[in-house]
C-alpha cells in the first residue's frame, strides 16, 4: 500500500548509512608507516626541534630536527596496581604504559592494553626551559636525571619515583612521580632549586608525542576517533591532519591536552587557574605528531625553590573519573552526532548497572524503560495500523475501483483515511522513534569502555562485540517477520513489495556483525513491540478476523 512507502524508504536510508559507513573506512586515504624507532645515546642532545621555543626568544632554542624517533637512554620501570610504565631517565619521559586491569581480549588476560608504546613514537614528554634559551640552565625532555632504583613497586597506598637533574652553577631540579593505589592519574612535580647566585626565569612545558596511526575499524565501517583533543572552554579536537597542515598557538586558561584512541587517553592536565599555552607541532622527518601546553613564566630568585604542578593521566576513558579531574575531560567519550542521545541513555544504563551489576541485564531493563517511556505514541500508531488492516478490503476495492487513474485513486484513499480517521504515515512512527535511540545505544556500545568485555549469560562474554553463534541476530530477524506480518496488507507494487518482505532477511544478516548488547536491545524491544502490537491489533480487528497477515 501507499502508506507504507516511507516506513520502505526509511528503512532503506538506514540500510544506505551503513553502507556509506563502511564506504568511508574502505576509501580512506592510506597511512604511512611509522618508522622504526631507534635509541639515541645520552650525548645526542642536538638539534632538539621537539623541545618549545624559549620564552625571550624569537625562534628555537635549539633548530634542526633529529634523526631518530625517540630519546631513550637508560629506562627505570614502575610498577603499580593498575599501571606498569617504562620512563626514560633522558628527560623523565614516559614511553610505555601498560593497563594492568584492561586486559587486551578476553582470551589474553595475562596480555595487558598498551597504550603508551615507544613503537609507535606515542610517548609523554615534560621539561622546563629557561628564559635565556641555554639548555644547560633548564632540564629539556632531552636532559639527563638520576635516580636511586631502576624498579620502583607500588607496595603501600603512595609510591613517589624521585629524578633528579644537577645543573651548572646550583641548579638542581627534581621531577617527582606521585602515584596512588587504584589510580591512573599521576601528580607530576617539578621543583627548581635555585644556588646559582642569580635569579632564574623560565617555563615548565608538557607535551604529547604520537606517530602517524593504522586505520582502527571497530565494526561496521566505523572507526573509532584516533588523534588529539583539548579543552578551551569546550571540546576541541585537532587530529593528525591539522597538526601537520597548521601549527596550533593560543593561550587557553586551565585546560587540558590529550590524545585519544578507542577506550583509552593520555593527557597532560596543567594548573586550573593559570594562563597555559597551547601548541601544536609536527616533525614529518620522524612522522611525530605534538600536542604541548606550556605554563606561563616563573622567576625564582636566588636561593629559594620554585614549583610546578600538574597531573598525568593514562588509562581508560571512564566518564565520571574523567569529570572528576579536569572540565570537559569526560567528552573524550565521544558519541558524535548521537551524544543527545547516547549520554542520557548511559547515565540510566550506570544506574541501573550499579543495583544489578551486569549489562545483559541492564540493556533490557533500560530497553523496558525506553518501551514505556514511548508507549502511547507506540499505541497510537498500532492503533492506526490496526485500523486501515481492519478497513483493508475496503481499500483494495478503492484501488481496484480506480486502476486505470491513479490521481482519482489516490484522492479517494486520502478522502477514505479521513472519514475513517486513519493516518497512513501513522505506520513510520514506531521506527523514526527507535532509530535515533538505537544508533545512541550504538555509539555507547561502541565508545563506553565500561562495557568493554562486559558479560552477560552463556556464551555472552562480552557484550561489545558480536554474538559468536548468531543466536541474537536470527532472533532478531524472525521478530522482525513476526512484526512485519502484523502490519497492514503490503504495497500492491510488486516490486516494492519484495523489497519489503526481504528486509528481515537483510537486516538479520547485517546484525550478525552488530555488538551483541545492541542486537540484545533490538530483540527486546520488537518482542515487546510485538505483544503491545498484537493485544491492539486483535481489539480493534475483532476475534474472528485473523491478526497475522
Known sequence: MEQQRPLLYLMLAFIAFMIWSSWQERNA????????????????????????????LTSASVAGVPTTNAVTGKNIRVKTDVLDLQ???????????????????????????????????????SGLVASEGDPKLAPNHYAEFSTEKSEYILEGDTLEVPLVWRGENGLTVTKTFTFKRGKFLVDVQQTLNNQSGNAWNGIEYHQITHGTPESQGIGLGTVSYVGGAYYDDKYVKVDFGDIESE????????????????????A????????????????????????????????????????????????????????????????TVDYGIFSFVSKPIFWIMNRIQSVVSNWGWTIILMTILIKLFFFWPSAISYRSMAKMKKLGPKIKEINEKHKADPQAKQKATMDFYRKEKINPLGGCLPILIQMPVFMGLYWVLLESVELRQAPWIMWFKDLSVMDPYYVLPLLMGASMYIQQRLNPPQMTDPMQQKIFQFLPVVFTVMFLFFPAGLVLYWVVNNVLSIAQQYVITKRIVGDDAPVLS
Request: hydrophobic fraction near 35%; glycine fraction near 6%; aromatic fraction near 8%.
Open 29 to 56: 586515504p592510506p597511512v604511512s608507516s611509522a618508522p622504526t624507532t631507534q635509541v639515541t645515546t645520552a650525548g645526542n642532545v642536538a638539534n632538539q626541534a621537539d623541545v618549545p621555543q624559549s620564552p625571550n
Open 268 to 331: 597532560w592536565i596543567p594548573g586550573p587557574d593559570s594562563l597555559n599555552t597551547y601548541e601544536t607541532l609536527f616533525i614529518p622527518e620522524r612522522s611525530s605528531h605534538i600536542l604541548r601546553v606550556s605554563s606561563p613564566s616563573l622567576s625564582v630568585p636566588d636561593g629559594k625553590a620554585g614549583i610546578f604542578k600538574s597531573q598525568f593521566y593514562v588509562g581508560p576513558k571512564i566518564q565520571k573519573n574523567l569529570e572528576a579531574m579536569s572540565p570537559g575531560l569526560d567528552l
Open 87 to 125: 620512563i626514560s631517565l633522558t628527560g623523565g619521559t614516559v614511553l610505555q604504559a601498560d593497563l594492568l586491569t584492561y586486559p587486551v581480549s578476553l582470551d589474553e588476560p595475562e596480555n595487558p592494553v598498551r597504550v603508551l608504546d615507544v613503537a609507535k613514537t606515542y610517548a609523554a614528554q
Open 247 to 266: 601549527n596550533l598557538k593560543k593561550q587557553i586558561k586551565g585546560g587540558w591536552a590529550a590524545m585519544l584512541e578507542h577506550y583509552f587517553i593520555s
